[in-house]
């Protein structure tokens, strides 16, 4: 980077807005994104595994069996946050690296993994925040039922347990899960996640066992004792296509499919009062609720984590599914059109960061008192960066989307929204699900042959947004 452009940035940097004192910055990865060592010292299979080496499930068939190798080189990466000058980093704990049958005995080994790193944040000055469930669910639970039955959801109460026992003194903020739309709908109805299955009423019961799980989670959390527990879930901003009655329509039943199912039971207990037109006989026919269900489910909260990238805008569809056992997440009578006028990453979604505002400012609207402190949890962009002959990668498009979305975040404060932290998706480009490595989100550029770590401009400007926040 050259000193005048280094200079302008400087400038721009005293010009951005300030957050409040105490606001958290931070950089987020999950387990299987990032650490590898699948096979190693006791870690059991999980969901992923099974489906990254399922042929045709991952885009070129890649898999998460190395990755970054972070569980090898994970004093690199702190050292990263600690240049970065970060004050919390989000990292999850592989269930399988812990009870690798999902129940039964505890793998030392993998607890131990995890207190270094505890370690290694702490004394290089960064906060932990650890998510307990990001989607690699033991395969051995799958077997059984998986999210579909109620069974998971205990033994998840009882990993919870076990993690918060050995880390619990050391870790201040919890997430019991990550994304439990994806978790049900995408794995159990569309099928682009694990475990891949297509199903209707089961990724319905998946969804319900995944708040059972975080109640009792957040229970299980409790009783070690830990300061702060909360849940992160990627609400959607959706908009309708256009100002039709229809369209309208379904932006409710988008609304109650991607938002609405998770904060109803969590922040109001209750389950959505749209959900019968939304899924009509297999909401009417669903027998996993049982009574005290939801004073479970709607456990005091500490903070809520919202992960945003994008928009949705939906428009009105007629029934595309003939068997009614897939209208889920494959078929509410709605389709997702394109956003007009706007840039899109390269993972085609749209950049409109004053929607982040508008999320967050009518999710305030909408709980009141009962919407508890909020972090965003998880927020980036995918990029086609290079690096270039310099070695350095000047990502432009992905600083241009952190500063708007970081300032479109700020407008929400001002709106009087508690919004406590932000972290940074992601530290490290990483093994993207079912787009394998085609897809960087990182902060921080991954060479996936040679494991070298290149900070990209968007770390610098990062890095620099942090020191002037702190000056």
Known sequence: MTTAHHETDHTRMNDFPRFPPGFVFGAATAAYQIEGAAREDGRGPSIWDTYSH??????????????????????????????????????????????????GPVNPKGLDFYSRLVDELLAAGVEPAVTLYHWDLPQALE???????????????EYAAVVADRLGDRVPRWITLNEPWCSAFLGYSVGRH???????RGALAA????????????????AAGVREAGITLNL???????????????????????????????LAGRYP?????????????????????????????????????RPIVVADAPHRESDPALRVATDNRYTEVPMPGVRRTAMGWP???????????????????ALPPVHITENGSAEDDEAGPDGAVHDTDRVTYLRDHLTALRAAIDAGVDVRGYYVWSLLDNFEWAFGYAKRFGIVRVDYATQRRVPKDSY????????????
């Open 54 to 103: 399922t042929p045709g499930r991952v885009a070129n068939g890649d898999t998460g069996d190395v990755a970054c190798d972070h569980y090898h080189r994970y004093p690199e990466d702190v050292a990263l946050l600690r240049d970065l000058g970060v004050g919390s980093y989000r990292f999850s704990v592989a269930w399988p690296r812990i009870v690798p049958d999902g129940s």
């Open 143 to 157: 077997d059984r039922g998986g999210w579909r039955v109620r069974e998971t959801a205990e033994r998840f109460a």
């Open 194 to 200: 694990a475990p891949g299955a297509q199903e209707g």
């Open 207 to 222: 969804a319900h066992h995944l708040l059972v799980a975080h109640g009792l989670a957040v229970q299980a959390l409790r």
């Open 236 to 266: 959607d901003h959706h908009l309708p296509a256009t100002d039709s009655d229809a369209d309208r329509a379904a932006v409710v039943r988008a609304d109650t499919l991607h938002n609405l199912v998770w904060t109803e039971p969590i």
């Open 273 to 309: 009062d749209t959900e019968q037109e939304t899924w009509g006989e297999l909401i009417t026919g669903l027998d996993v609720r049982r009574d005290g269900d939801l004073e479970l489910i709607a456990q005091p909260l500490d903070f809520l984590g919202v992960n945003y990238y």
């Open 351 to 369: 950049v409109a960061p004053g929607t982040l505002t508008d999320l967050l400012v009518d999710l305030g609207q909408q709980y009141g008192d």
């Open 460 to 471: 610098h400007w990062y890095r620099r947004l942090i020191a002037a926040q702190r000056a």
